[in-house]
């Protein structure tokens, strides 16, 4: 495991949400996530970013975000947190993902979803007047790890 | 038909949301999105995809995936909607 967490401040642009990917891909890395986990941490992390660029701050693209990245020996856990509106907990709440019946096929509201079906535990703290952190935490287990796919 | 490359995410999704929805109107039979070159896709792009299959129903069109990349069917198959899309390999 690595000594210490790695801390990123970016802006809520749009542009930048690559540069976050490319970050947290390669820190899957290092910790030896496999592959196909990795491409999910990496979704579901970039719908935390896109949620606080589109909801909390509505667009704007001058506001700051912070990732917080840690890992221990049963864990890896990444904390989204920024300073906008906060979320409403119904937005939040995990619903599970089913397969919709051709008619019921919604464009939105995937994101929240998404991040749950990826982790194992999912925290939503939405601030009383200001700001959302998620707390988003995935267990290592045998089928995680790139030495167990051998 | 529609050929999208690259990472399809909140920065450049709209482009292809304006992209298919002013195909589908204009298409004889349907719209077929290419999307063999695509590297990553996110919510965004699939929210895309499913207003491209509505607006096609809509207007009494087809709407097809052709040769989707294994990012595309990851993220469909995660969020459950692999099944909705008519998919084909080329």
Known sequence: ?150 | MIVVEGDIDLYSSPELRSAVLKAVPKAITGVGVHLGGVTYMDSSGVATLVEGLRSAKEHDKTFTLLAPSTAVMKVLELARLDSVFEVRSA
């Not at chain 1, 221990?72 to 939040?92: H, L, Y």
């Open chain 1, 1 to 150: 495991m690595l000594a210490d967490d790695i801390r990123l401040q970016v802006s809520s642009d749009p542009r930048l949400l690559g540069v976050i990917r490319g970050v947290i891909q390669v820190w899957l890395e290092v910790l030896g996530l496999l592959i196909d986990r990795r491409q999910e941490v990496v979704l579901a992390v970039d719908e935390a970013c896109s949620n606080a660029m589109r909801h909390a701050y509505e667009g704007r693209t001058d506001e700051s975000i912070e990732l917080v990245l840690s890992a221990s020996n049963e864990w890896i856990e990444i904390t989204v947190s920024d300073q906008g509106t906060p979320c409403p907990t119904e937005c939040s709440e995990y619903r599970p993902l089913l397969p919709p019946a051709p008619h019921e096929v919604e464009p939105g509201g995937l994101g929240v979803k998404l991040i749950h079906e990826v982790f194992d535990e999912v925290r939503f703290c939405p601030g009383t007047t200001r700001g959302n952190c998620v707390t988003m935490r995935l267990h290592w287990t045998a089928k995680n790890e790139v030495d167990s796919e051998d």
